[in-house]
């Protein structure tokens, strides 16, 4: 792995363990094996850098999302393959999570691939319950951009709800709420 690379990953790592805070340039080198030219070589400071990995971790997660979200199958099959995928519910999103990042959230700059990333999913989804509609699989009242935003922050809560709870069950049965709900909205 390159060493630009290395530092990318290292700081994905980081900022979701440990936050933007707690994310130092020293811990970010001594993860990725590198020194401290080689980081500055590559980037003008820790903000370069974690703009890079939050872009980064944006970019696997609207990746993953998407190859589930145009898979085959009716909108409910690939929706529910969406929010039944494997996730490490106890750490959290790792694009979510970076919402409660107070440095992240007061930087335009490192919050844009995170306000991007989920409005972006929640447009995803929306297109994918507009395309339910209009193959008749979906109730004609059911709205694609509510319901899709809805989808996003049921998710978001459920991740926060698994972490207060040491458990992934509240994950889990958000999920499966959510489920029984858009259920009802089949024809």
């Known amino acids: 792995m390159e060493t630009v690379d290395r530092l990318i990953e290292s700081t994905r790592e980081l900022l979701w363990e440990r936050g933007y805070v707690g994310t130092s340039p020293k811990a970010i080198q001594q993860r990725a094996g590198v020194g401290q030219g080689s980081m500055y070589h590559h980037f003008t400071g820790k903000p370069d850098l974690a703009l890079a990995a939050i872009s980064r971790t944006a970019e696997e997660l609207r990746a993953a999302a998407e190859a589930q979200l145009s898979a085959p199958g009716t909108a409910v099959e690939r929706i529910t393959a969406y929010l039944r995928r494997e996730r490490d519910v106890l750490r959290g999103c790792p694009v979510g999570r970076l919402t409660q990042d107070p440095d992240?959230?007061?930087?335009?700059?490192?919050?844009?691939?995170?306000?991007?990333?989920?409005?972006?999913?929640?447009?995803?989804?929306?297109?994918?319950?507009?395309?339910?509609?209009?193959?008749?699989?979906?109730?004609?009242?059911?709205?694609?951009?509510?319901?899709?935003?809805?989808?996003?922050?049921?998710?978001?809560?459920?991740?926060?709800?698994?972490?207060?709870?040491?458990?992934?069950?509240?994950?889990?049965?958000?999920?499966?709420?959510?489920?029984?709900?858009?259920?009802?909205?089949?024809?």
């Open 104 to 187: 992240i959230v007061a930087s335009p700059e490192l919050c844009r691939p995170v306000d991007e990333t989920l409005d972006w999913l929640g447009r995803r989804l929306a297109a994918v319950l507009a395309e339910g509609i209009t193959d008749g699989e979906l109730d004609a009242g059911l709205d694609p951009a509510d319901t899709g935003a809805t989808i996003v922050a049921v998710l978001q809560g459920g991740y926060v709800l698994a972490r207060a709870a040491g458990s992934a069950e509240p994950f889990d049965r958000a999920v499966s709420g959510l489920l029984a709900l858009l259920a009802a909205a089949i024809k």
